[in-house]
């Protein structure tokens, strides 16, 4: 009984108890069915901040860490390993704060099989949180598949027109990239002795060049989950396609896994690679960030110029990260977060007007300030989130890993002018973020279909609310955000020789 109360199982695996409840219930009880999985979804982040206050930021290894042999095969041990430290805390709460955000969104918006899709909800959250706090590579590599398969239903089941295509294209897109990094996964267990990643990297001395080889094939997998230009196609497909609460946990946490993927495993287990080939990752993702803010202003749908937009925002991260500094890296942890607040909001806000209007295209709006001025004023706020204005969540993020990429220097990004770059982007989201608002908020009234529509209900406001919360407290205080992870960052720095 000690082992299933341990603080990680518990944020782990308590979403389980509402897998649980939820097979007893009749597919007739939809409204029973809501409030498990928004009950169990509440629990789960109740328990994810009594590890938050059980977490010591100035230890800068793992804490709360469960380490029993799971089983044994040959020569290799398998181990049950979970930890937390400074590198997954935030995303961790993330994920336990997103998951009942997106269940209250789907209260009206989901009513075909609804304990189906609370089921699998849950065992998402499970797959997710499994990511974030495995420390051993298979039990990493299970709960990195597993999220394959409730998302692969999300999506199948309760998507739009042409559901299964996007469905079955994440799906192999995401597998694909998985195999090579299980080959790396086989490698390292057969050579090493060990998939315990603190012993892999206490051993340390892999040949660079075979350094250069796993870290190609961990960064494949991650780099398609990001998703990194060129391996970005999947993403619009599975956004357009998924239901509203799908696509908020997609661009708030599930992305997040490709990006924690590089920082976790990449960075530290092939430090020699990361650093030769920094600037190929940082190449790409300062493309990704231009690439993305281009292509996101010329969409006439929506919701998929939100989704282009997670490929230039998620390209700041990257840039973050492999600056391989502190400050670029504490900003891409940052980022992350940010990215989920303030994109997941924005996917919400779009799946409200489709629950009234059923329909995404920019040229069915205009005026609604009109006649939904709360709905305009909210939808505002998160815009201007999105694109980095002071004051609110997004400029912290981008402007710490500008200053982390301008600090690199030659010997690592190769120039500067990635920053200014990166600033360019920064300039290019303001366009087509303007360009969203003032196309659905602003100038006449011009479509008659819009004049009665209502304003926000206290549902769709109270689910809004927290992200509101986060979205003002990171962008004026950030120092907590900062200090939770700053020490873990540092030592990871260090053992670089950075």
Same mark, same amino acid.
Not at 16 to 36: C, D, H, N, S, T
Not at 225 to 231: D, S, Y
């Given at each position: ?5 341990? /603080?990680?199982n ?5 979403p ?21 999985a928004?009950v169990?979804s509440?629990?789960?982040?109740g328990?994810s901040? #009594? ?6 930021a100035a230890?800068?290894g793992?804490?709360?860490e469960?380490n029993e042999?799971w089983?044994?095969?040959?020569d290799w +041990?398998?181990? !049950?390993a979970?930890?937390?430290?400074g ?5 961790v709460?993330?994920?336990a704060?997103l ?5 209250? *969104?789907?209260?009206t918006?989901?009513?075909d ?6 089921l699998?909800? %849950?065992?998402?959250?499970v797959?997710?949180?499994?990511v974030f706090?495995a ?5 990493f590599?299970v709960?990195?598949e ?18 299964m ?7 192999l897109?995401?597998m ?8 790396a996964?086989?490698w ?5 002795g060990?998939?315990y990643?603190p012993?892999l990297?206490a051993k ?12 190609f094939?961990?960064?494949a997998?991650?780099?398609i989950?990001?998703?990194? #230009?060129?391996?970005h196609?999947w993403?619009?497909?599975a956004h357009v ?5 799908g696509?908020?946990i997609l ?6 896994m490709?990006?924690?993927?590089f ?14 080939w920094? #600037?190929l ?14 292509? *996101? !202003? ?5 919701k ?6 997670s490929?230039s ?11 391989l ?8 942890i ?5 990215h ?10 779009i ?5 009234r209007r059923?329909?995404? +295209?920019? *040229?069915?709006?205009?005026?609604? #300030?009109?006649?939904m001025?709360v ?6 706020i ?11 969540n997004?400029f912290?993020?981008?402007?710490t ?12 990004l190769?120039?500067?002018l990635?920053a ?5 982007g920064v300039?290019?989201a303001?366009?087509?973020i303007l360009?969203?608002?003032?196309k659905?908020f602003l100038?006449?009234?011009?479509? +008659?279909?819009?004049?009665n529509?209502?304003?926000?209900n206290?549902? +769709?406001?109270?689910? %809004?609310? /927290?992200?509101?919360?986060?979205i003002?407290w ?6 907590p955000?900062?200090d ?7 030592a ?7």
């Open positions: 009984m000690d082992f299933i109360l341990q /603080p990680l518990l944020v782990t695996f308590f389980l108890v509402g897998v649980l409840v939820l097979l007893f219930l009749k597919k007739e009880q939809k409204e029973a069915a809501r409030w498990v928004l169990t509440v629990v789960t982040f328990i901040l #009594w590890v938050l206050a059980q977490f010591n230890n800068t793992l804490q709360l469960i042999t089983f044994t095969f040959g +041990e398998i181990k !049950y979970l930890g937390v430290d590198l997954s805390i935030l995303l709460l993330l994920t704060f998951t009942p955000i997106s269940i209250l *969104s789907t209260w918006a989901v009513d099989r609804v304990r189906d899709f609370m699998f909800f %849950l065992l998402l959250e797959g997710m949180t499994g706090l420390q051993d590579l298979f039990l590599y709960f990195w597993f999220t394959l398969v409730p998302m692969y239903f999300l999506i199948g089941i309760w998507g739009g027109a042409d559901r295509y996007a469905a079955i294209k994440f799906f897109y995401t694909a990239g998985s195999i090579l990094m299980l080959l996964i086989l390292l267990g057969n050579t090493q060990t998939f990643v012993d990297i340390g001395g892999i040949p660079a060049d075979i350094q250069t080889w796993l870290f094939a961990f960064a997998a991650f780099a989950k990001v998703p990194m #230009w060129p391996l196609s993403l619009p497909d396609q998924a239901p509203t609460a696509s908020v661009a708030g946490v599930l992305l997040k490709g990006t924690y993927g920082l976790r495993f990449n960075i530290p287990l092939f430090p020699e690679a990361a650093k030769e920094a #600037w990752i940082a190449l790409l993702a300062v493309i990704g960030i231009l690439y993305g803010a281009a292509v *996101s !202003y010329w969409q006439k749908d929506v998929k110029l939100v989704a282009y937009s490929v925002h998620l390209g700041f991260v990257m840039l973050g990260l492999f600056a500094n502190a400050q670029g890296i504490e900003g891409g940052l980022q992350m977060v940010n989920g607040l303030s994109t997941g909001a924005l996917f919400l806000i799946g409200m007007i489709y629950e059923h329909t995404r +295209e920019f *040229s069915e709006f205009g005026g609604l #300030w009109k006649v001025p709905y305009a004023v909210l939808t505002l998160v815009s201007l989130s999105s694109m980095g204005l002071p004051g609110l997004g912290v993020g981008e402007f890993i500008l200053l982390g990429a301008w600090g690199a220097g030659d010997g690592v190769g120039s500067v990635y200014g770059f990166g600033a360019a300039i290019l303001a366009v087509y360009y969203m608002f003032g659905m100038g006449p009234l011009t479509n +008659e279909k819009n004049e529509l209502k304003d926000l206290w549902r +769709e406001i109270v689910t %809004l609310a /927290p992200l509101l919360v986060m003002f990171i962008g004026l205080y950030p120092k955000f900062f939770l992870i700053g020490p873990t960052v540092e990871l720095v260090a053992t670089l020789g950075m």
